[in-house]
């Protein structure tokens, strides 16, 4: 629990965004009963609940929601794995099982628990998806019995078994950690330290060829898989199909805000394989009855969810802003909303509303925005993004290094939509 303008604010991980549709309930529940009831949803496929009070009430709940395994490892549990995994042909494999397994050998090794919060896992099922997103330890498969080690967001060389890829990860954690240790030096994420991943590289492959890890080949530079540009933004959204007549449906939540009804509703969706959080914020409802999908897109539409891949909502985000956060010079969230759909286009300009259909409304651009309190931006997505930076008179627009001073909103809608590449 961190202290926050608005009150207590409490961040529960979720490794790879599984929850199960009892889990997704019972935060709904509790973030309703301490707290302002919004859950967040975090670009680490996390969640964030905040307005709340003293006491552990909150902690409890999760804690019998089964959300808090480990006292002593949450708050290093940050681990991405591909949302879509095991539901269509684009994955070399299924990560599911993975993402239990890291899990479970992280918190049983009380080294690990001094990792810095900061430190991102990603297992990525060879869609390249999550690979990169920054992660200091993924893993990207290269063939079925063969992945890459990716550390500090790009390929180590490293190949390794895939069924010694958590092992893999677990030994960047311990060699991030002894080079800290060697160097005598702070740092948060593995490409902050003096050399970079390079000797971090260098301690996994001896460790994993001296633990029988299977065989560990080095690829040179040239043959390493290259960085690609960052993945479309907004993430899987609508339906993807499933062998035996099922529907893995990619939800959209306008600013990673999930309203109490708006999760009862996924978890009344949800089938026996529960709901999944991504990094873009988003929600997948995987092996839905494709029978059951019109109705499902209908009750999501309505209640303010977006199915809908051309959506205006889709590659928006925005910082905490007023008045969770006492840096903010404006309360981003709302105008963000009000200049993604407009009052008068149908919807009320808050987030969960809905927005008019793709034939009814302008053009909004696909180009990926944020909005911001303060120049700190935080969460601002990587890659070519438009920043809509709150000035105190009003929001200053910026992309590739031009910038326009905007005093209302309406003239801030205009900017965004021409930053946007809409009409
Ligand atoms: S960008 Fe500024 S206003 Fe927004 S959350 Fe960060 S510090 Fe607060």
Known sequence: MHAAADGGLARIRVPGGRLTASQLRGLA??????GTGVIELTSRANVQVRGLGEGDGFAARMAEAGLLP?????????VLASPLTGCDAEGILDVGPLVSELDRRLCARPGLAGLPGRFLFALDDGRGDVAWLGPDAGM??????EAALVLAGADSGLRVPVTSAVTALLAAAEAFLAELAARGVHAWRIGELPGGAEPVAARVRATLETGGAGPVRLRPPAERVRTPPPAVAGGPVGAVRQPGGRVALGVAVPLGRLTPAQAELLAGLASADGVRLTPWRGVVLPGLARVDLPR???RLTEAGLVTDPDSPWIGVTACTGRPGCAKSLADV??????ATVPAGDGAAGTPGTVAPRAADRPRTGTLPVHWAGCDRRCG???GRVADVVATGDGYRVNLNGRSLNCTDIEETTAAVTAARGGS
């Open 29 to 34: 529940d509790a973030a309703a009963v301490h």
């Open 70 to 78: 480990s006292s002593t490892h949450e708050r290093i549990r940050n």
């Open 140 to 145: 990207l498969p290269t063939g079925p019995e």
């Open 296 to 298: 499902a897109v209908a």
């Open 333 to 338: 969230q709302a105008d963000a909303a009000r």
């Open 380 to 382: 601002r997505p990587r």
